[in-house]
């Protein structure tokens, strides 16, 4: 059983970390890999990277021009969902794929190439992340899911 809480808005990718990541039409997110071609993809813990466009639209009420999906280098743009109120361990069906959210927030690292750019980063408080549990593709349109 489960419920649609949201969409994707976008898929984003980029081959080096700390960089603003470009929207592509789909992407195949492997299991306990991520999204194939992605610099943050791999044998850890943050395989996936996921913001709300509710928080980059928290960003721009404060001033901050040019946002745009991928800014915040979020492999995934999300809407209709407050992500970061979500619980370490819950299972989302995200397109073909389901993801376990497995951090929220992040320490940005040093010299972030987005908040050199943007002025801040809203990512250590409200992006998330997730390990994927089960191979698919995921594009815009597709819907979220909390699988109970």
Not at 23 to 30: A, L
Not at 78 to 98: D, M, P
Request: net charge neutral.
């Amino acid at each position: 059983m489960s419920k649609v809480i949201g969409k994707v808005i976008s898929v984003n990718i980029s081959k080096e970390k700390g960089v603003i990541k470009e929207s592509i039409p789909e992407g195949y997110f492997q299991e306990s890999h991520g999204l194939v071609g992605d610099a943050h993809a791999g044998k850890w813990h943050r395989q996936v990277s996921l913001l709300a466009q509710e928080s980059i639209d928290k960003m721009t009420k404060v001033g901050i021009e040019g946002l745009c999906s991928g800014k915040f280098a979020e492999n995934i743009t999300t809407q209709g969902i407050e992500l970061h109120t979500l619980k370490v361990g819950t299972l989302l069906k995200i397109g073909e794929t389901i993801q376990e959210l497995s951090q929220i927030g992040k320490e940005c690292h040093t010299g972030c190439a987005i908040k050199v750019q943007v002025g801040q980063c809203i990512m250590p408080k409200e992006g998330i992340f997730t390990k994927v549990i089960q191979s698919g593709i995921v594009k815009a349109g597709d819907s979220i899911e909390i699988v109970e």
